[in-house]
């Protein structure tokens, strides 16, 4: 069942009362990035009181330093003038109900949705499935605050980027709504 015909639905209202935000400028207006996970229970303008126009937010499975998602804070630096980062991690991640193996392993035996079954994931579906899986990072969390710093760490040794931008690291709490500093990550992603 699909979800196209809400979807067009609301966006033929959001455009009705579109009115100025097409004067919107490229650059974010308070020049600061956010990375932060893909989960939907996570509200990026909500946390961080973001209006349109405001921020750049950068999503992925974990909110991990990947090699895209560095690419994606390297542009917004460069040529849209972020001067700020942030990493979010958050509380009660998917990423760390699976390893890269579980992973692999799921898609080897076949492409279709897995099944949470006594808090692990399993196959449910019928093959084939692929062995390309092997090829990727998954970046899994085994420790969320770890990771936090492991990504903070990265973009801060990153050749590309400026040692005069700040990076903060924190953890969203799902059960709060609260950000959470991770002081380690904070200290690593010091400017200067």
Known sequence: ???????????????????????????????????????????????AGLSEGDAHVIRNAGGRASDDAIRSLVISYKLLGTHEWFVIHHTDCGMELFTDDVMRGLLASSLETAAIVDGAFVDVGTGPGSAEARYVDWLTISDNAASVVEDVTRIRNHPLVPAS??????????????????????AAGQAS
Do not use: Q
């Open 165 to 186: 931008i700040p990076i903060h690291g924190y953890i969203y709490d799902v059960g709060t709504g609260l950000l959470v500093e991770v002081p380690e990550a904070t």
């Open 1 to 47: 069942m699909s979800v196209l015909s809400e979807v067009l639905s609301a966006n033929e209202s959001y455009a009705a009362s579109f009115g100025d935000k097409a004067d919107l400028a490229l650059p974010p207006a308070r020049r600061f990035a956010i990375l932060t996970c893909m989960d939907a229970r996570l509200d990026p303008a909500g946390y």
